[in-house]
């Protein structure tokens, strides 16, 4: 949705973020919004749309993921349409890649590399799965393409000697409980030492069908079945990144 970050709404997107400061190693994985799960605390076993535990709250979204992928889910961080387009553009905009060459009308046309993008530019490019053959699943690779492009932007020094002015700026943009010190410390880290982040990314699929969820019981709708082996290697995956010293 657009406007206030704090409007109850469905999770669109759905990324964990596994991050280990001391091998200076982030893996993001992404859960297509349709996958077919139970939602922890709400659902009773029955299983629902995964975009649908945002409107139970962070706490159920996070419950979801963690329970999938048998992981403690330390921290949040929430944003929505408006978030995005502000973000990127206190940034001075980001460079983010496509795989792909396609057109967003009437906002921009993508071309097969790096682009920098405004905002506004972003947000389509994050949001764009008709241009796809694989629909959902390359827009959330393209997703965690945005976060990569904002990572890589946010620890460039230019941008970190300001952070604080930076993140006043975006504080109305972002719902997180992240304390504070935890993220001036990754700052000051990486201020005084001259390291440079690796950024994997690991998207898994399922296979669609139609049947009810929990939260619309009585309607027939689009949902994708997990496919368990692509579950098992994302749980490889978060497992060595945070086992790494």
């Not at 922890?40 to 975009?51: A, H, N, V």
Request: aromatic letters at 8%.
């Amino acid at each position: 949705v657009y406007g206030d970050v704090s409007e109850t709404s469905r999770s669109d997107v759905n990324i964990i973020a596994v991050v280990n400061p001391q091998t200076h190693q982030i893996l993001l994985v992404t859960t297509p919004r349709d996958y077919y799960v139970p939602i922890p605390g709400i659902s009773g076993g029955q299983r629902d749309k995964l975009t649908h535990a945002g409107i139970y709250g962070i706490d159920a979204s996070m419950r979801t993921l963690g329970e999938l992928y048998e992981t403690d889910i330390n921290y949040y961080a929430r944003l929505n349409f408006t978030s995005m387009i502000d973000i990127v553009d206190t940034l001075g905009g980001i460079d983010v890649y496509s795989e792909y060459d396609f057109t967003v009308d009437p906002i921009k046309h993508y071309t097969v590399g790096y682009n920098h993008v405004s905002g506004l530019e972003a947000l389509a490019f994050a949001r764009e799965r008709h241009a796809f053959a694989a629909g959902d699943v390359q827009r959330g690779i393209n997703q965690m393409e945005v976060i990569k492009a904002v990572i890589n932007k946010m620890t460039s020094p230019s941008i970190l000697a300001k952070y604080g002015e930076i993140l006043d700026e975006v504080a109305d943009c972002v719902m997180t409980d992240i304390p504070s010190n935890v993220i001036y410390d990754l700052v000051k880290y990486k201020l005084s030492n001259d390291v440079t982040w690796t950024i994997d990314s690991y998207t898994v699929t399922g296979t669609g069908k139609h049947t009810t969820t929990y939260s619309m019981p009585g309607t027939t709708c689009y949902v994708m079945i997990p496919n368990d082996q692509d579950v098992e290697n994302a749980k490889s995956l978060i497992e060595s990144v945070l086992d790494e010293e």
